[in-house]
């Protein structure tokens, strides 16, 4: 019997698209099935930003640069962290697939590459940011994957959910269940599955249950984390969730109470703080111009809830360049309908309204106030351009803010998935959020997630996957 799919692609993202784009030109006849009702998944919220060492726009710029270099200061910022295995895997492929995106017609500003990108800083400029940030990849990705739909070679079926895997003993897995768009269950057959499905951020339960810590997010609500369920259900394992770190100083979309996102200039490297950041407690607990990502990201995670709440008054809203993300409109919208966000006659309404110690709060305030009167902060802050005292005064509260999952599916040097005895589960591979950002280690590294995924997506389509002993077979 011939098999008509040589590669099934479950997900049609960031991984899932450069698979399915060079798989086909490859010529594997290739089934991409995508859980929700368009494609590119979380390059819809995603920056945007790629990192790659030695391409050929560094040296456009004179910029020497290689993966061994990208691999050293990984480590120093991730802490020696991560899976090296992947992190090097991912480091010396990924100007390869930074050039085929650029060949595919990928344009990015002038400004780029660039060293740092919201995270800990690289040492040499190897970050790329589209303008239209993710959508970017999307814009040049859809039309090479269109092209491949039109030869025959690629088939899409959105609104597709993967049930199950279909696993046969010693043969691994030869397909999957889907349930259809018209609610119709079916199996398909292939000798080559991959993974590319996301991870589980939006998922409440699995995030508690994996990380028992508060759960922030701005991702793609279709990250339920299906494809590392179902893997783990004929034995892959788990790792990387140890390495869970979130960014610094996201704040509730008051359009959306499930997201959150980053609606301030809260970070020092987008406006110097006129504020003060204090806990639960209504203690300050960080100099809050310290410009280190990572510094920041762990000093909240080290609160309760991982939370805060950011204070000031009507005076710094007067004298200060706006402190929101937001219109003024969006802003005064947020006070009047939001309990993220508190505005009050007095620090005693305040504290009421935050649920703040009212004495601690003031207190809290009075200590800073005289830090900057001095000019000799406690914490060692040293941008204190006003002090606290003319009401109203208003406060945020923020959160540390998780895009992605960290904890994933254990593959090995070829993106094989891996069993419960470390060998390669047959014919399964994962790529993307299917790995976990943990993989990267426990720390951001600018521009990982975006070029990992692509680059890991590209060499399955590009290099590893195989489907020769199938097509042998079909011929006889």
Known sequence: MTTIW???????????????????QRGAKVLV??????????????AGSFSAAGTSLQRSKKITDSPEQHFKESLRINHGTGNHTLMRLWQDNAAEAFEWLM??????????????AGHEPYDIARICTPSNQGVGYIDVLKPAFEAEIAKGNVTLRLQTLMQDLIVDGAKGVQGIKVK??????????APNVVLACGGYAYNESMWQKIHNRPRRVYTNPTSQGTGVQLAMKYGAQLEGADELICTFGGTQCIDDANKVWIHTKSSPSMRQPWEIIVNLKGERFMAEDNTSPDWRERALMSQDDWACWCIYDQAIVDASSPFFLWPAEKVERAFATNANYRKAATLDELATATGLPANTLKATIARYNAGQAAGSDAYGRTHMPAPIGTGPFYAVKMYALSVVSFAGITVDASLRVLGTDKKPIANLYAAGEMLGMGIFGNGYLGGSSVSGALTFGRMLGAKILDWSQTNAAAAE
């Open 33 to 46: 099935v995508e859980g929700s009702d368009r494609i590119g998944g979380t390059l819809h919220f995603s």
């Open 180 to 189: 259809t768009a018209d609610g119709k269950i079916e199996d398909i057959h």
């Open 103 to 116: 060949s595919i017609g990928m344009k990015y500003p002038e400004t780029v590459p660039v060293a740092i």
């Open 6 to 24: 040589d590669v099934i692609i479950v997900g049609a993202g960031t991984a899932g698209l450069p698979a399915a784009i060079q798989a086909s």
